[in-house]
């Protein structure tokens, strides 16, 4: 009898790494998701709170319930995936961050029947996967050009250097295109900036985060964007103490520090992922691929909540930039080797300083 108690123990205490946020059990016909968040876990004040607030919109909204898995490490989405998968519970399993490619990759071809949807994904053509994408060098590409601006300017933190500074939490071929946004954006009004770059290896070492920001800073960046989950924290916490600018990234993070967050990055996770639990709910879901980017809302600019003062030719100039994207009269850059060329036929021209 105590042989079966510990085994029953051991059992709940495994599940219980793997469910959460859903409350009570779902009733016959209840929409069910499940959801493998990225590394960094809930309370990175970004991309994995984000796609847990849109789970709890759509439990407000149409009474769904969800579980939720907080892996550590990128070992631990494929056994999450397939745990999820294994139970036959779910309408929809959900991924997020680019670097869970591989693991739907090798796992859902296993489960045909099951729906998979993945957020920031690069293209996966699997019949049983919808994988959503944004235009990353389009989400930090105004962010750029307020860094570009604003490193020429007279604004308290800015100095003479002429070098900005973006920083990623792990190394991507998705969020590489957001370090070429941010690089294009500075260089379309300042062609002759620096912009330095770091990889900090996690999404989830703000200590790290704080160590390079300081170290950029000290390298003469005074603009630095981060692309780096809850690592980013630690970049603010370096551009107080030492009083340079700095951006967020996803949800707007303003508020966070909002003496020296100049301004956001926006990518609304949570909406993509309301979206995709709609989708199933109205019977619309369906496998592919699809990207979206400021045309669409999906990514965009926000210096809302920020008490950093934005000289009124940058916000002028922020905004007619982010009109010629829209209308399509300026087409991003999405790729390192292409940006010097993209640099030299692109210049702004509309700066009234």
Request: charged share 20%; proline share 3%.
């Amino acid at each position: 009898m105590k042989r079966w108690l510990v085994v029953l123990i051991s059992f709940m205490m495994v599940f219980s790494l793997y469910a959460g946020g859903a409350g009570e059990s779902a009733d016959d016909g209840q929409v069910r998701i499940a959801i493998c968040l990225s590394t960094g876990g809930l309370g990175d004040q970004n991309f994995n709170d984000m796609a847990y607030a849109g789970l709890q919109q759509a439990v407000e909204d149409y009474g769904i319930s969800f579980d939720y898995y907080e892996p550590e490490t990128v070992s631990d989405f494929e056994p999450a995936l397939r745990q999820f998968a294994d139970s036959g519970m779910y309408d929809l399993i959900i991924g997020i961050g680019s670097d869970m490619c591989d693991s739907f990759s090798e796992v859902t071809p296993d489960y045909p029947d099951q729906k998979f949807s993945i957020i920031d994904a690069s293209e996966l053509n699997l019949p049983n996967v919808r994988a959503i994408a944004t235009s990353w060098q389009e989400q930090t590409f105004l962010c750029g050009v307020y860094a570009g601006l604003g490193t020429l300017s007279d604004m308290p933190f800015a100095n003479d250097e002429n070098v900005v500074g973006v920083i990623l939490g792990v190394d991507s071929p998705v969020l590489r295109m957001g370090v070429v946004g941010f690089e294009a954006g500075a260089k379309y009004v300042n062609p002759d900036v620096e912009v330095i770059e770091a990889v900090i290896g996690s999404f989830n070492d703000p200590a790290m985060g704080r160590e390079i920001g300081i170290s950029m800073n000290n390298r003469g960046a005074d603009f630095v964007q981060h692309i780096a989950g809850a690592s980013g924290l630690g970049l603010f916490n370096a551009a107080l103490e030492n009083n340079f600018y700095a951006f967020g990234v996803g949800g707007n993070q303003n508020h966070i520090q909002p003496s020296v967050i100049a301004a956001t990055s926006i990518r609304n996770v949570n909406e993509m992922v309301y979206a995709e639990v709609v989708s199933v709910i109205d019977g619309t879901w369906e496998p592919g691929y699809i990207i979206t980017g400021l045309k669409e809302g999906s990514v965009g600019y926000s210096n809302e909540g920020s008490e950093v003062e934005i000289p009124d030719y940058i916000a002028e100039a922020i905004a007619d930039i982010h009109q010629r994207i829209v209308s399509g009269e300026l087409v991003v850059c999405d790729s390192a080797d292409g940006l010097d060329e993209w640099v030299s036929a692109n210049h702004y021209d509309g700066l009234n300083q």
